[in-house]
């Protein structure tokens, strides 16, 4: 008797240890369980279950993904990954070097993603000249949010360069407001430190030095003008800054406390909430110097490698319906970026979105369409986590651009 | 005794011998595996060149030179030795004191015992929040004085990278001290009534029959407490994550923090491997000696 109840316990247990192989089910690791975000990936969940596709959520909550990578490395370890894991950048790479990504490419070939896509957005998403990643949408990070009532009643104007910034914060700071909301995190003191390097470098100088990671570049005199700005920012935030969220600062542009914020644009969801219209109550513009240029993040999905045969059919509806343009619309309207698709209906996207469009066309034919360091899209996060550090220091201490410039060179030289 | 037992041993005389180590077995595996086990584990990738996932390519000592290049972890140790030092003296200068004066049969110690202890029950986490509110110039200490007139009052620790350790220092010492207390209180009321009685009938006063009779004897307790101390000094983690989140830059990071950053967010996995061993030498360079004393002095008995 007990043996038999023995027996029937362990025959239970694997049972619910093995992974469930029905028929057609996609299990996704992601980390969107917030506002639109959340909103966003159940609109996926519901087109694939029109396909007859279940989706089983695997969601680890924490903004920047790294609670969600922690789960997914000891996943893959242990040979039971998921479906598939939002994973960007030269990340995927890496995923890929490890042999743990599978290809999609025919589904790729079927839909004719080559010619939907960038191809500096199509290189990352490849492996070995394979799809084995589908990107959902596409972020600007070289945005400038402006409160234009704060800038009226200082009688200021919105820069166009990093000089006239200087003199325009300055007015906007001598009338009692905060020239630029920031939070002191260090992703955020890195976006801004993005911003100045593309704006003062530009792209040519951006994509040597901070994609190819070219030494001659990071050690010309062009990185110590950039640590001469990003420095003389300093004077113009609050002394509270340290720690600050993100989406606080933003809310002290939307209050009028403060008079601009860099941010990419995912910061217009705030506004959004706040009941603000694009134009009229907040302006977006390119940060200072960059109008020609725009800094990416794309947000992806990779692929893993599957055993069942089930799975892999689930997983090639997946990425096909991912790169659909129906997908595309409705994610991105939610989350605030645009599509990573070109050539789409764009009527229900607002002005921002429309700039931001534009810039992505545009620039994508005169080379000012850059990966972001500051969100893991250009370099292997070691490098960027050099660089992570240098500027986060810099910013909040009194060093010099020369000494600046030096940390940053011997940094990335060592994570290299 | 047991010569006297019959050749066959009974079952229960069997089972008095295995049962101890059965029960103990499961407990011994798993400190085995999960403590020593992992210890080695740990050694052995910060030996290899991991990145994002262990990868068993053997090279040496590279790590360990990279972590010693990285200003950061400089920053990060420096930071260990200066909240290490001023978390122990304070916390043991504070708790001694607030011991000595409870102790002299004061009438509500109940009490005034249980408030001064209460933080213990509370996590670092809420107490990091907690002084990251008090401490942050535009929300706490600094804009309550400035509302009472004084308009020139600073004080900006948290948002200065000079100081921001120190904050660190603080919130843990209030957190500590009262456990401290409780030790050292435990230990002053083990002290023999008749050693005191007679130090004051020899005309000591009160302060050097503390100096000279009673904190010798209470030695014991203070390596206790130091050996705990330093051990929380040198696994905090949480503390930091919660209070300055190592701000502003790097600036209060510790060797904890660093570890984390650098094995699980930066995919430099050797680099905080190699920085855990690290830490865990200097555990053992504390530990060592004192089980080494321990372990001397119970064998003298």
């Known amino acids: 008797?007990?043996?038999?109840?023995?027996?029937?316990?362990?025959?239970?247990?694997?049972?619910?240890?093995?992974?469930?192989?029905?028929?057609?089910?996609?299990?996704?690791?992601?980390?969107?369980?917030?506002?639109?975000?959340?909103?966003?990936?159940?609109?996926?969940?519901?087109?694939?279950?029109?396909?007859?596709?279940?989706?089983?959520?695997?969601?680890?909550?924490?903004?920047?993904?790294?609670?969600?990578?922690?789960?997914?490395?000891?996943?893959?370890?242990?040979?039971?990954?998921?479906?598939?894991?939002?994973?960007?950048?030269?990340?995927?790479?890496e995923w890929g070097e490890l042999g743990f990504l599978a290809s999609v490419d025919d589904v790729a070939k079927a839909n004719k993603w080559d010619a939907l896509l960038p191809t500096v957005v199509s290189d990352v998403m490849k492996h070995d000249g394979k799809y084995v990643a589908a990107p959902v949408n596409v972020h600007r990070v070289n945005w400038l949010w402006a409160n234009p009532e704060v800038f009226r009643k200082a009688g200021a104007t919105i820069p166009t360069t990093w000089a006239d910034f200087m003199v325009q914060a300055k007015k906007v700071k001598d009338a009692g407001y905060i020239a630029l909301a920031h939070g002191g995190q260090a992703w955020q003191d890195a976006t801004v430190f993005e911003a100045v390097v593309l704006g003062v470098g530009g792209p040519e100088y951006y994509q040597k030095a901070f994609v190819e990671l070219d030494?001659?570049?990071?050690?010309?005199?062009?990185?110590?003008?950039?640590?001469?700005?990003?420095?003389?920012?300093?004077?113009?935030?609050?002394?509270?800054?340290?720690?600050?969220?993100?989406?606080?600062?933003?809310?002290?542009?939307?209050?009028?406390?403060?008079?601009?914020?860099?941010?990419?644009?995912?910061?217009?969801?705030?506004?959004?909430?706040a009941g603000k219209r694009a134009g009229t109550d907040y302006v977006c513009v390119a940060s200072p110097g960059t109008s020609n240029a725009f800094t990416f993040n794309v947000d992806s999905f990779a692929f893993f490698k599957q055993s069942d045969t089930g799975a892999q059919k689930a997983q090639k509806a997946m990425a096909q319906e991912i790169l659909g343009s129906d997908f595309q619309k409705v994610f991105n309207l939610n989350k605030g970026s645009i599509p990573a698709r070109l050539g789409m209906?764009?009527?229900?996207?607002?002005?921002?979105?429309?700039?931001?469009?534009?810039?992505?066309?545009?620039?994508?034919?005169?080379?000012?369409?850059?990966?972001?360091?500051?969100?893991?899209?250009?370099?292997?996060?070691?490098?960027?986590?050099a660089i992570y550090d240098v500027a986060t220091n810099y910013f909040n201490s009194s060093t010099s651009a020369a000494d600046g410039k030096a940390q940053l060179v011997a940094a990335v030289q060592a994570a290299m | 005794m047991r010569k006297y037992a019959s050749q066959q041993p009974s079952l229960a005389d069997r089972l008095e011998v295995w049962l101890p180590k059965l029960i103990l077995a499961p407990t011994t595996l798993a400190m085995i595996v999960c403590m020593y086990g992992f210890i080695l584990w740990t050694g052995a990738l910060s030996l290899t060149k991991s990145r994002m996932l262990p990868q068993w390519e053997f090279v040496g000592l590279v790590q360990y030179d990279k972590l010693f290049a990285n200003p950061r972890w400089d920053v990060a140790l420096s930071n260990l030795v200066v909240f290490?030092?001023?978390?122990?003296?304070?916390?043991?200068?504070?708790?001694?004191?607030?011991?000595?004066?409870?102790?002299?049969?004061?009438?509500?110690?109940?009490?005034?015992?249980?408030?001064?202890?209460?933080?213990?029950?509370?996590s670092f986490v809420v107490t990091g929040t907690a002084w990251k509110w008090i401490l942050n110039p535009g929300l706490g200490i600094e804009k309550l004085v400035r509302d009472l007139g004084f308009t020139d009052f600073e004080f900006r620790w948290l948002v200065d990278q000079e100081m921001a350790i120190y904050t660190i220092v603080i919130a843990a010492v209030w957190q500590s001290s009262g456990f401290v207390m409780a030790?050292?209180?435990?230990?002053?009321?083990?002290?023999?009534?008749?050693?005191?009685?007679?130090?004051?009938?020899?005309?000591?006063?009160?302060?050097?029959?503390?100096?000279?009779?009673?904190?010798?004897?209470?030695?014991?307790?203070?390596?206790?407490?130091?050996?705990?101390?330093?051990?929380?000094?040198?696994?905090?983690?949480?503390?930091?994550?919660?209070?300055?989140?190592?701000?502003?830059?790097?600036?209060?990071?510790?060797?904890?923090?660093?570890?984390?950053?650098?094995?699980?967010?930066?995919?430099?996995?050797?680099?905080?491997?190699?920085?855990?061993?690290?830490?865990?030498?200097?555990?053992?360079?504390?530990?060592?000696?004192?089980?080494?004393?321990?372990?001397?002095?119970?064998?003298?008995?």
């Open chain 1, 215 to 273: 030494m001659d570049a990071l050690n010309s005199k062009t990185t110590e003008d950039v640590f001469r700005v990003f420095g003389e920012l300093r004077q113009f935030i609050d002394t509270n800054s340290p720690g600050r969220d993100w989406n606080v600062a933003t809310s002290m542009v939307i209050n009028g406390e403060a008079a601009m914020q860099i941010m990419g644009d995912w910061a217009k969801g705030e506004f959004a909430v």
């Open chain 2, 183 to 301: 030790m050292f209180l435990a230990g002053l009321r083990g002290v023999d009534e008749n050693l005191i009685k007679a130090a004051q009938i020899d005309g000591a006063k009160p302060w050097q029959t503390y100096w000279h009779v009673i904190l010798p004897i209470l030695r014991p307790v203070f390596f206790g407490a130091v050996v705990i101390l330093s051990h929380i000094a040198i696994k905090s983690f949480d503390l930091v994550q919660a209070l300055t989140g190592g701000g502003p830059g790097y600036a209060s990071d510790l060797p904890a923090n660093f570890m984390y950053t650098f094995a699980f967010n930066r995919a430099q996995m050797g680099i905080g491997a190699a920085s855990a061993m690290i830490m865990l030498f200097g555990v053992l360079a504390i530990l060592v000696p004192y089980l080494y004393s321990e372990l001397r002095g119970s064998q003298r008995d």
């Open chain 1, 345 to 385: 209906a764009r009527d229900e996207f607002d002005t921002c979105a429309h700039d931001s469009m534009n810039a992505f066309v545009a620039s994508s034919q005169t080379g000012g369409l850059v990966p972001s360091f500051a969100h893991g899209m250009a370099v292997s996060e070691a490098v960027s986590g």
């Open chain 2, 84 to 122: 290490g030092v001023l978390f122990i003296l304070i916390s043991l200068l504070i708790g001694l004191l607030l011991a000595i004066f409870l102790d002299q049969k004061i009438r509500v110690e109940g009490a005034i015992r249980t408030i001064y202890l209460y933080p213990m029950a509370v």
């Open chain 1, 1 to 93: 008797m007990l043996k038999r109840s023995i027996a029937a316990c362990v025959a239970a247990a694997s049972f619910a240890l093995t992974p469930a192989t029905q028929a057609a089910e996609v299990e996704v690791l992601h980390w969107w369980t917030s506002g639109g975000e959340a909103k966003s990936v159940a609109y996926l969940k519901k087109r694939l279950e029109g396909q007859g596709v279940a989706w089983k959520d695997f969601a680890v909550a924490g903004g920047g993904g790294e609670n969600a990578m922690t789960v997914l490395k000891s996943r893959a370890v242990s040979g039971n990954p998921p479906t598939a894991a939002q994973i960007k950048g030269p990340s995927i790479q």
